[in-house]
Structures are given as structure tokens and as C-alpha cells.
């Protein structure tokens, strides 16, 4: 068992900081609101720390789960950032989807140190970090990445590496990409059936158990019928990562003229009122634009 300092404890980081605890390490806990921390520890024990860099102290391992690239930067950064109070060997694990050029810089700037670096962000929504079943993609030396798959391994179902630094949140893009596409392609189905007068719970019965299945279709299917989407991921948080996505795009060369349009549509979602659904809601855009 290690210790280890976990730097973020919202939706996401909060159940996995717990899983880590019920898996028997030592942890240490770090949030902006530090009422936060404090009821995470009453609930899960452990210490909280006022800093980053004092959660840091004394932990081989340092894990964030934050909001953006300057979250991430303003939790590594200063006297009171992690990286200042980590010891030359320990490790950094970033869960955080951000840019892989905040990730490259951050793990350049870690390997100076002495500190070991891995972009880990991670799918499956904040049921899969209260399960413990999320998928992790990660980037970073095939060392550093055998040091941390053991400790992710509390609340991951697959955690695997797909390159150097930067190659976990390559990989997560490559996830939201996909994302885009099923929500919106499952929004029309579902608003098709209803136009068309169908048993819409039906038509999802049969053809989920077909080739239109998806965990989209198994867990947003009920929820969208029922124009319900106080829960999961918010477009806010989605509209942040495609736009790292379509910014990743024009330096690759990549086309991805499906993910531009649905980027748009969110913002239409956001434009009434929605940035805090789920980004299923896109089926709510929909409804308001075809009557």
C-alpha cells in the first residue's frame, strides 16, 4: 500500500480518492473548497492539507483530478503547488482531461524535478468513478507507467498505455470524438421514433440489443425519453474538451467536420439554458427546433 496525496475532489475525483482509501492506501486530500475536503475525510479518513504541496509531503504518489489546463498548471506550479513538494523518485498522475501540450510541458517540467509524470484521463462518467470502473488512457515511460497502473487499478476496468506523454489525453479526444457522434446520432433516433409515433422504450428494446447498442443507448436512452437530464457529464465540461479536440485537429490535419457542427449544437444546448445537463440533452435541441 502507498501513500499517496489526491488533488481534486470533485464528481470524478471524489469517489476515486474514496476507492483508493477502501483499497487500502494512505491518502492525503487536497481541494480549492476546503469544506470539500473536509467531509471527504470524514467519510473515507485520511488527512486533507491546505495546499497542494502540503498534501504532497511524504507521498510517493501524487494523483489530481481538477478542472482545465489552468487548474492543473495553478495545482503543479508555486511554493504551494505538488511539484514543490514532491521528492525526487515519486510520481505524478494526472486524471484531468486537458490539452496534451499542458500535459508535455507539465511532464517536462516533473522530469527536471526528478518526479515521474502520467497523463491518465479516464471515461465512463461519474457512475464509472463511483463503481470503480472506469477506462484509463495514459501516456508517459513505460516505468512510470508500471508504477501507476497498480494504484489506478482501485477504480479502473481497463487502465492501459498508448504512447509517451501527451498520448492519454490524444486518446481521450479520440473518445469524445466518439461520444459527439453516438449522443447525437442516438438524440435523432429516439426523436425520429416519437415523431413517427412510435413506442420509443420499445424501439430502444429491440435495436439496443443490434448494432445501434451502445452504452450511450443503455444508460441516456430512458433518461432522454423522460427529458430528464439533471445527472452525468454537463455540456460545459464537454464543450471545454472539443474545443481541445478541434484545437488538437487543425495542428494534426485532422478533419472532424461531424465533432465541429455537434460542437455547435452544444452551444446551442447552452444558449438555453443548459450548460449544466447532461450532454445527452442534445435531444432537448431537437425538440425545440423541430416543434
Given amino acids: 500500500m502507498a501513500q499517496v496525496a489526491f488533488l481534486g475532489l470533485g464528481v470524478m475525483g471524489g469517489p476515486m480518492a474514496g476507492h483508493l482509501a477502501a483499497a487500502g492506501h494512505s491518502v492525503t486530500v487536497y481541494n480549492r473548497s476546503a469544506d470539500k475536503a473536509a467531509a471527504w475525510v470524514a467519510a473515507h479518513g485520511g488527512t486533507a492539507a491546505s495546499t497542494p504541496a502540503a498534501a504532497a509531503q511524504g507521498a510517493g504518489i501524487v494523483l489530481s483530478c481538477v478542472g482545465n489546463d489552468d487548474d492543473l498548471r495553478a495545482v503543479c506550479h508555486g511554493a ?30 516533473a522530469a527536471a524535478r526528478g518526479i515521474g509524470f502520467v497523463d491518465a484521463p479516464v471515461s465512463g462518467g461519474q457512475a464509472g468513478a463511483v463503481n470503480g470502473v472506469l477506462s484509463v488512457m495514459c501516456g508517459g515511460t513505460q516505468a512510470d507507467f508500471a508504477r501507476a497502473a497498480p494504484v489506478v487499478a482501485a477504480y ?13 489525453q490524444l486518446a481521450k479526444m479520440a473518445n469524445q470524438i466518439a461520444i459527439a457522434g453516438l449522443v447525437q446520432g442516438l438524440s435523432e433516433a429516439l426523436h425520429f421514433a416519437q415523431k413517427a409515433g412510435l413506442d420509443a422504450a420499445g424501439v430502444v428494446e429491440v435495436i ?4 445501434a447498442g451502445s452504452w450511450q443507448m443503455s444508460n441516456r436512452s430512458k433518461t432522454m425519453l423522460e427529458d430528464h437530464f439533471d445527472h452525468g ?59
Fill in 208 to 211: 439496443s440489443q443490434g448494432a
Fill in 156 to 168: 479502473a476496468r481497463i487502465c492501459k498505455r498508448l504512447g509517451d506523454s501527451g498520448a492519454g
Fill in 80 to 109: 504551494d503547488g505538488a511539484f514543490a513538494g514532491m521528492a525526487t523518485g515519486s510520481l505524478f498522475i494526472d486524471h484531468t482531461t486537458v490539452s496534451a501540450k499542458v500535459t508535455r510541458e507539465l511532464s517536462a517540467e
Fill in 233 to 291: 457529464f454537463a455540456v460545459d465540461w464537454m464543450r471545454k474538451d472539443l474545443a481541445i479536440v478541434l484545437a488538437a485537429a487543425d495542428e494534426t490535419g485532422a478533419s472532424l467536420p461531424v465533432t465541429a457542427l455537434i460542437d455547435q449544437f452544444y452551444k446551442d444546448v447552452q444558449n438555453m439554458g443548459g450548460g449544466r445537463w447532461d450532454t445527452s440533452s442534445l435531444i432537448r435541441r431537437l425538440r425545440k427546433f423541430d416543434g
